[in-house]
C-alpha cells in the first residue's frame, strides 16, 4: 500500500494516495516517512492543520528525522503561526545543517515575529552555503533595509540586479533603498527601469509615482499612478499613491472615498492602513482612526516598519484625545522596535532635501499663488 500509494502521489493522484498511506500508517505507525509523505500530500491539498498533525506523529515516531521537523515548520508557517515555526525549523537545523529550504523557511519565520538580525544571519548562512542562490539574496536585501543598513541593503540589491538583469524586483527594491536615503531623483530612474522591464507591472508605475510625489512633482505622480491603474484598475497602491496626494492637497475627504472600497473588505490591504488612519485623523476622526489602529495592530503579519508606523500614528491619535498615558506608551512601543545608526551622511543629504525643495523660488512662488490672511509666520 505504501509504494501505491508514493506511485499515485507521485502521480498527482491525492484522493487515491490519501486512503492507502492512512492504510499502511494504521499498521505501521511508526513509520516516520510515510507520515511525512501524508503531510506533505495534506499540504498540497491545503490541509495544513491535518499536515502539521502528520509531521507531528512524524516527530513522535522519530525523534531525530530531520524532515518531519521541516514540515511541521514549514505547516505551521502555512497556518499562521511563525512563533511556533521557529523552534521546529531550528530543530531541522541542527538534525541536517544543509537543508537549504528549512533555512529560508526560518529566515522567513523570524522575519515575520520581528527577530530580524536572526533573519539576516540565516540568510547570510544560505549565501555561505550556496552563493548563487536568488531568493536568498533578494530577501536579505529586504532585511537589510527592515533593520535600517540602507546602505547594505542598497549593496545587495545591485548585487540582485546583476544577477538578473531581466527581473525587475531588484529595481524596484533598489529605488525604495534609495528612497529611504533621501535619493529620491536616483530612485526615480531606478523605478523606470523596472517600468521599462515590465510595462504591465503596476507596482513599478506606482513606485516611479512615490519617487516622484517625493519631489514634489505632484501632476507627474499622478500621471504614473493613473498609468498603474489604466494596467490593474483596482491596485491598492495607485489608490493609496492618489490618496497621498488628495492628503497633501487638502483633500482628505476625497483620499478617503478613494480607499473606501479597500476599507469595506473583510481584511483590507495592509498598505492601507497608514493612510487610512492620517486621513482620518486631518478630517478629525480620531476615535475611528483608534478604532482601526487597534483592530489592524494584533496583525501578525505586518512587517515591522509597518507596525511601527501605526504605533506612532496610534501615539498621535491619543495625544489628540487627551489619553496622555496611552500616546506615551504607543510611541515608547513604536520606538522601541527603531534599529538602524546614525548615518551622517545619508542625514546630511536628507537636510539637503529640504533645502532644495524649499528654494527662494518656492517660497516666492507661492507669495504670488496665494495671499495668507492669518497671522504671519515667525520663522
Sequence with gaps: SLADAMARHQAGDLSGARPLYREHLDVTPEDANAWCLL????GQSGNHDVAGEAFMKATEADPEWAPAY????TSLLMRGNPEEAVPALRKTLELKPDNIDARMQFALACRRIGRLDETVAALEEVLRRYPEHPDARYLLAVAFLETGQSSAAENCYRDVIRREPGRNRGFIGLGGALLSMNRPQEAEQVFAQAAGITPTDPSALTALGNAIRAQGRLADAESAYSKALAVAPEDEKALVGLA???????????????????MNRQDPPSSTYVPVARLLMDVGRHEEALSWLDRWLPNPDLGPGTRASLLSLKGRVCDRLDRLDDAWAAWTEANRGARGKFDAAHYTNAIGVVCDAFSTEVFERLARDREWQGARPLL
Design 244 to 262: 497621498e496626494l488628495d492628503r497633501i492637497q487638502g483633500r482628505p475627504e476625497k483620499g478617503l472615498e478613494r480607499l473606501q472600497a479597500a
Design 70 to 73: 521541516a514540515g511541521l515548520g
Design 39 to 42: 503531510g506533505a500530500l495534506e
